[in-house]
């Protein structure tokens, strides 16, 4: 157990056990070719048709999905490996449907969708292999990656010369204080935009004791994070010019143009590898490969005829839902984050953890992502999957507030963060907008998500039903060991320290 003196092994253990213990049930768009791919070996999703709006027969006549699949087929990994278990899961429930019927299809809840996908579940034997590969793509695929992204997001304040205690403190907060928690329990492609552009950043960001311009290396891997970011969601078209400029103006205002752009070239090269993926998948799919599935998808709802495809100007009314609405806005569902609205101008330039150029780089980041969401019509539908199109904002906003939160004093930011790692919980565990979730909490108390879902599913009146204070001790179990593994880990620390 000497890895645990390592306070980055100790992060990455505490935030993928919370997460898995955390995993929602919720089967979405990402899922279906992660299915197909992991059963079939094909992106088609035929065998689902019907089974989620986002879900359109092509003009070949086979079923695709209304999304770009990069993160549909990483998390195929381990659906094939798990493949044999879910199998047997799958034969158990269609074996149960031919003796008995087709049984307890009421899952009692206000979201229509929900509950029409259980009944089809239910009916074709895949309720229980659909709830186990939700339990895999979250314990195998977001939770262990986001608690890497942590560990890295640790690194990157240790290079600023941020002492352990304050830079871990740091870190578990923007796990369990901020919309992260919510996201990273279930299978979602805006956390992979997060990773590549925030990973994009911290290659191109030079820290003390590194040479400017930053490495070819650096800027290789540079531009393929920054092409990861196209190849999973079309704001990348955003992000990586922006990552572009981040790197070549500096660069040419220090040099010369001619210079600063053969120096790009490395990070264009990069980026060819996630951008050929995503032109060489829309093209098996659709037949050609630069039109995105968005064009060949049918409208199917009111937002899809405004303007092209569903984006039109930005709208003042769908800015304010963006940082305010209740079941998705920035600042609702992550309060902390407004306080990378404080300036930190009365601060010393060499005292900074987030420095004046990279903070300008923070505030463009801010406005680009949030007029594309803004304009972005379907940004309208974020109620019924809570906050979403903003989350690569996220650890950029906690770097830009974490000069402000060091010089509070410990106590004050036990305060704060206490409220606030309850307010992140409570929305990960309901998974509603946020008063209603709170409200769930007031009525229901301490819950989880995969088991909240079981209750609303199983018989009234059975042991599970019943059952309401296991989440509790669940819940309680994890937070002890978590506490025992830090607290471990720390005495082990010092003695190293003491014995030199």
Same mark, same amino acid.
């Given at each position: 157990?000497?890895?645990?003196?390592?306070?980055?092994?100790?992060?990455?253990?505490?935030?993928?056990?919370?997460?898995?213990?955390?995993?929602?049930?919720?089967?979405?768009?990402?899922?279906?070719?992660?299915?197909?791919?992991?059963?079939?070996?094909?992106?088609?999703?035929?065998?689902?048709?019907?089974?989620?709006?986002?879900?359109?027969?092509?003009?070949?006549?086979?079923?695709?999905?209304?999304?770009?699949?990069?993160?549909?087929?990483?998390?195929?990994?381990?659906?094939?490996?798990?493949?044999?278990?879910?199998?047997?899961?799958?034969?158990?429930?269609?074996?149960?449907?031919?003796?008995?019927?087709?049984?307890?299809?009421?899952?009692?809840?206000?979201?229509?969708?929900?509950?029409?996908?259980?009944?089809?579940?239910?009916?074709?034997?895949?309720?229980?292999?659909?709830?186990?590969?939700?339990?895999?793509?979250?314990?195998?695929?977001?939770?262990?990656?986001?608690?890497?992204?942590?560990?890295?997001?640790?690194?990157?304040?240790?290079?600023?010369?941020?002492?352990?205690?304050?830079?871990?403190?740091?870190?578990?907060?923007?796990?369990?204080?901020?919309?992260?928690?919510?996201?990273?329990?279930?299978?979602?492609?805006?956390?992979?935009?997060?990773?590549?552009?925030?990973?994009?950043?911290?290659?191109?960001?030079?820290?003390?004791?590194?040479?400017?311009?930053?490495?070819?290396?650096?800027?290789?891997?540079?531009?393929?994070?920054?092409?990861?970011?196209?190849?999973?969601?079309?704001?990348?078209?955003?992000?990586?010019?922006?990552?572009?400029?981040?790197?070549?103006?500096?660069?040419?205002?220090?040099?010369?143009?001619?210079?600063?752009?053969?120096?790009?070239?490395?990070?264009?090269?990069?980026?060819?590898?996630?951008?050929?993926?995503?032109?060489?998948?829309?093209?098996?799919?659709?037949?050609?490969?630069?039109?995105?599935?968005?064009?060949?998808?049918?409208?199917?709802?009111?937002?899809?005829?405004?303007?092209?495809?569903?984006?039109?100007?930005?709208?003042?009314?769908?800015?304010?839902?963006?940082?305010?609405?209740?079941?998705?806005?920035?600042?609702?569902?992550?309060?902390?984050?407004?306080?990378?609205?404080?300036?930190?101008?009365?601060?010393?330039?060499?005292?900074?953890?987030?420095?004046?150029?990279?903070?300008?780089?923070?505030?463009?980041?801010?406005?680009?992502? *949030? +007029?594309? #969401?803004?304009?972005?019509?379907?940004? /309208? @539908?974020?109620?019924?999957?809570?906050?979403?199109?903003? !989350? $690569? &904002?996220?650890?950029? *906003? +906690?770097? #830009?507030?974490?000069?402000?939160?060091? /010089? @509070?004093?410990?106590?004050?930011?036990?305060?704060?963060? !206490? $409220? &606030?790692?309850?307010?992140?919980?409570?929305?990960?565990?309901?998974?509603?907008?946020?008063?209603?979730?709170?409200?769930?909490?007031?009525?229901?108390?301490?819950?989880?998500?995969?088991?909240?879902?079981?209750?609303?599913?199983?018989?009234?009146?059975?042991?599970?039903?019943?059952?309401?204070?296991?989440?509790?001790?669940?819940?309680?179990?994890?937070?002890?060991?978590?506490?025992?593994?830090?607290?471990?880990?720390?005495?082990?620390?010092?003695?190293?320290?003491?014995?030199?």
């Amino acid at each position: 157990m000497q890895f645990l003196r390592s306070r980055r092994w100790r992060i990455f253990l505490i935030v993928w056990m919370v997460y898995s213990l955390h995993f929602a049930t919720n089967v979405v768009r990402e899922h279906y070719p992660a299915f197909s791919l992991a059963e079939h070996g094909t992106l088609r999703v035929d065998e689902y048709q019907g089974f989620h709006t986002d879900i359109f027969v092509h003009r070949d006549g086979h079923s695709h999905i209304n999304n770009q699949v990069l993160v549909s087929v990483l998390a195929a990994a381990p659906l094939l490996v798990f493949d044999p278990v879910l199998d047997a899961l799958e034969r158990h429930s269609k074996a149960e449907v031919a003796r008995h019927g087709v049984t307890n299809t009421e899952y009692r809840t206000s979201r229509k969708n929900a509950a029409r996908l259980y009944q089809m579940t239910r009916e074709r034997g895949l309720d229980l292999r659909f709830g186990a590969a939700t339990a895999i793509t979250t314990v195998f695929f977001m939770a262990p990656l986001t608690a890497l992204f942590m560990v890295f997001f640790y690194g990157q304040l240790r290079e600023r010369t941020v002492d352990p205690d304050p830079a871990a403190g740091l870190t578990l907060l923007l796990a369990f204080g901020t919309p992260l928690f919510f996201r990273s329990t279930g299978l979602n492609h805006n956390m992979f935009v997060m990773y590549g552009m925030f990973a994009a950043f911290a290659l191109l960001w030079v820290k003390p004791g590194m040479e400017f311009p930053v490495s070819r290396q650096r800027r290789l891997l540079a531009g393929f994070w920054g092409g990861v970011t196209l190849a999973t969601d079309y704001i990348g078209a955003l992000i990586l010019p922006l990552l572009y400029a981040y790197l070549v103006i500096p660069r040419a205002l220090q040099s010369s143009w001619k210079t600063s752009l053969r120096e790009s070239l490395d990070m264009v090269a990069g980026s060819l590898l996630p951008v050929a993926f995503l032109l060489y998948t829309q093209w098996s799919m659709f037949g050609d490969p630069f039109l995105p599935a968005q064009h060949w998808m049918p409208k199917a709802n009111e937002y899809a005829f405004r303007g092209a495809q569903g984006f039109t100007m930005p709208e003042w009314d769908l800015l304010l839902q963006n940082l305010f609405h209740p079941g998705f806005g920035l600042y609702v569902w992550g309060p902390v984050l407004a306080l990378a609205l404080v300036p930190a101008w009365w601060y010393r330039s060499d005292s900074l953890i987030l420095p004046r150029r990279e903070r300008r780089f923070v505030a463009v980041a801010f406005v680009l992502l *949030l +007029l594309f #969401a803004s304009a972005n019509q379907y940004a /309208r @539908l974020q109620w019924n999957s809570g906050f979403r199109y903003l !989350v $690569p &904002l996220v650890p950029f *906003l +906690l770097l #830009a507030l974490s000069d402000h939160w060091i /010089r @509070l004093p410990r106590l004050a930011r036990a305060a704060i963060a !206490v $409220p &606030l790692v309850l307010h992140s919980w409570v929305l990960a565990a309901f998974r509603e907008p946020v008063p209603v979730s709170w409200s769930l909490f007031g009525s229901e108390g301490v819950q989880l998500p995969w088991f909240r879902v079981l209750r609303l599913t199983a018989a009234p009146g059975s042991a599970l039903s019943n059952a309401g204070w296991l989440p509790g001790v669940m819940v309680l179990t994890t937070v002890i060991v978590a506490v025992a593994i830090w607290q471990y880990g720390a005495r082990l620390e010092r003695r190293r320290e003491v014995l030199g």
